[in-house]
């Protein structure tokens, strides 16, 4: 069964500074999808980013980027020049097609320190 | 347009009672999708719905079920609640079954006594 294991509980980091958040998955397919989605308190989640393993080069959006290591089965989040309304519960999912149901880590709570 | 929106927000149950949520797309949207969230277990896949047919079911017993309406508005019901259904009900819509973004609404935050 695929799982997606998050081992950073909590993380801190200084606002302006980067931060790397760690995600790792198990899966036996060649073809799936990884996604990193945010929490903020109180508020609704919402898709941060998305990587399709058929495609080596990285995703980008904005100030958030991955590092994708399809042999190692890792998939990290790096947030650059963090930002106060960075402060999240981040999710790191993983989904085996589009038509298959999504897998989520147990999350990493971001706080960012003024 | 509006966001997904779900009904109530908040709600407080007796074990032993049933429970039906709602939620209702973004206007368009054909697939809905329940999630469950706790402390303990993090976000679990509960079940999808498009076009009032159920695509993919969860690991959760036969107490959790779901419909889709004609208009894409989705209901969960849980029967018989237990201590440990106590949990934020996510929804999230999406254009289509298969699409990749998925929005999803503010949750209903069940809880048993």
């Known amino acids: 069964a695929q799982t997606v294991t998050q081992s950073q509980p909590e993380m801190s980091v200084q606002e302006a500074e980067t931060v790397t958040l760690s995600c790792t998955y198990d899966t036996s397919e060649s073809d799936y999808y990884l996604f990193w989605y945010k929490q903020p308190p109180s508020r609704q989640m919402i898709l941060v980013i998305r990587?399709?393993?058929?495609?080596?080069q990285n995703a980008t959006e904005n100030r958030f980027s991955v590092n994708f290591q399809k042999a190692a089965k890792s998939f990290s989040l790096k947030i650059s020049d963090s930002q106060l309304g960075d402060a999240a519960m981040y999710f790191c999912a993983y989904r085996r097609d589009l038509d298959d149901k999504i897998i989520f880590g147990k999350g990493t709570r971001l706080h960012i320190l003024p | 347009k509006a966001g997904v929106t779900q009904t109530p927000r908040y709600l407080i149950k007796t074990r032993g009672q049933q429970v039906t949520l709602s939620c209702s797309p973004i206007s368009g949207h054909r697939s809905v999708s329940w999630y469950q969230q706790t402390p303990g277990q993090g976000l679990q896949f509960l079940f999808e719905y498009f076009s009032e047919t159920q695509r993919n079911k969860g690991n959760f017993p036969g107490r959790f079920s779901g419909r889709q309406f004609s208009n894409s508005r989705s209901e969960m019901n849980v029967s018989t609640l237990e201590l440990g259904d106590s949990a934020l009900y996510l929804c999230?819509?999406?254009?289509?079954?298969?699409?990749?973004?998925?929005?999803f609404g503010p949750g209903t935050r069940l809880t048993v006594t």
């Open positions: 990587q399709e393993a058929y495609k080596q």
């Open positions: 999230a819509s999406s254009l289509l079954t298969g699409y990749y973004e998925q929005y």
